[in-house]
């Protein structure tokens, strides 16, 4: 199976990465202010390795499977994956918890991201292209109910019109400058 192989030479790549200093920044954040949420499209589980808990992963985790028959979400750590494709103990088979492209996010966490992008005072947007939907249009609610938005990139994406700071750089090297 195809997709698995992939999958399994994913995972085994990113099982000898470590979280970089950006990761363990935003890790510090959540520690500091309670009503933080990270919300990411990254599916490598990084910044739960460096001690993130409230994540809103909109695109799934690679770490994450997910039975095709009941639906049912559990945590898979194997790596190389024991058996290819994987199977759920009901017998049926096991996808990756990963929104493939034409998928639909997860509600919950579209509803999640959305309503604490309305409500926040400060957001921070960093290391992403600011293209892919809906993340893109997070900064943008944000903005309109008045919070104060912050983008770390090294190049100018297309929010960087409207923000309110704009750093120049990698989010690995300003993130832990911005949250010593
Ligand atoms: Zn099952």
């Given at each position: 199976m195809l997709v698995w192989e992939w999958y399994d030479w994913r995972r085994r790549t990113i099982s000898?990465?470590?979280?970089n200093p950006g990761h363990t920044a935003v890790a510090r954040m959540e520690k500091i202010h309670p009503e933080f949420?990270?919300?990411t499209q990254n599916v490598d589980g990084l910044h739960s390795a460096a001690g993130s808990k409230k994540i809103a992963e909109l695109h799934g985790n690679i770490w994450h499977v997910r039975c095709v028959a009941e639906g049912v979400v559990t945590e898979n750590r194997e790596?190389?994956?024991a058996e290819i494709p994987p199977k759920c103990k009901c017998g049926a088979l096991l996808r990756p918890h990963i929104v493939w492209f034409g998928e639909a996010l997860d509600a919950d966490t579209v509803r999640r991201s959305w309503s604490a992008s309305k409500n926040c005072e400060v957001m921070i947007v960093a290391g992403t292209s600011s293209v892919v939907q809906p993340a893109a249009s997070l900064a943008e609610v944000a903005k309109s109910a008045g919070a104060f938005v912050v983008e770390i990139n090294p190049e100018e994406t297309p929010i960087s019109d409207f923000v309110d700071a704009g750093l120049r750089g990698k989010s690995g090297e300003i993130l832990p400058l911005l949250i010593p």
């Open positions: 000898s990465l470590s979280p949420l990270l919300i790596v190389p994956l």
